[in-house]
Each structure stands twice: as C-alpha cells, then as structure tokens.
Nanobody, 126 residues
Framework: QWQLVESGGGSVQSGGSLRLSCAAS??????MAWFRQAPGKEREGVAFIDSDGIRHYAESVKGRFTISQDNSKITLYLQMNSLKPEDTGMYYC??????????????????????WGQGTQVTVSS
C-alpha cells in the first residue's frame, strides 16, 4: 500500500481557484488520479494522469481543472479554476499500484485504483 497525503483544500467562492497537492510514497508507475465525492453522491473520477503524462478529465471539469505531476512523479497536483458550487466535495488522491489488465486509458481502470489518501475537503459557495 502506498501512502498518499492530500493538502490544499478549503472554502472559496464561486469562480475562485484552489490547488490541491498529493504527496505519494512512491512514483507514478502506471496511473494516478483525483476523485471526488459529494454528500449523497457516488465517488467520481475527476482527472487522471499516467506515467507518461497523458491526461484525461471528466466532462464536468474539462477546461477548468488541470492535473499534473512533478518530475519525480511523486507529487500530484490538481489546479482547479472557475470553481462552481457543484465542485464541492471531498477530494481524494489515488494510485493504480498494479499493472492494468488490458488496453485503455487510466480512466478505463477507475475501479482498479488500490491506494487512497484520506481526502481534502473543497467547499465552493455561490
């Protein structure tokens, strides 16, 4: 199991920005991602990045959120701009720690992410 520690959450007004960080105990070998869960809703994958830096985003955040990793591939970031109240939720960093079975993007293996952080709360007020 990896250790993943998120930081950077907080409360902002609609239209504001936040940058989340995730410190990992290992480098990104396959895929890392940001997920979120709003009260009463299922967890959803927000942004994914593979070891080569290829990114995928949920439709709801395209053009507003950017996922990135540092050169060591140990720290993961999520830059969130033009935040909306519907972006409110607990944001989790996750890592795919085993080789994915089959072909596809990181988003296709959403169910296989095995290591998770404790989460950081993001609250966007209107």
């Amino acid at each position: 199991q990896w250790q993943l520690v998120e930081s950077g959450g907080g409360s902002v007004q609609s239209g504001g920005s936040l940058r989340l960080s995730c410190a990992a105990s290992n480098y990104n070998k396959y895929c890392m991602a940001w997920f979120r869960q709003a009260p009463g809703k299922e967890r959803e994958g927000v942004a994914f990045i593979d070891s080569d830096g290829i990114r995928h985003y949920a439709e709801s955040v395209k053009g507003r959120f950017t996922i990135s990793q540092d050169n060591s591939k140990i720290t993961l970031y999520l830059q969130m701009n033009s935040l909306k109240p519907e972006d409110t939720g607990m944001y989790y960093c996750a890592a795919l720690t085993e080789p994915p079975v089959g072909l596809g993007t990181c988003a296709d293996f959403e169910a296989d992410f095995g290591s998770w952080g404790q989460g950081t709360q993001v609250t966007v007020s209107s």
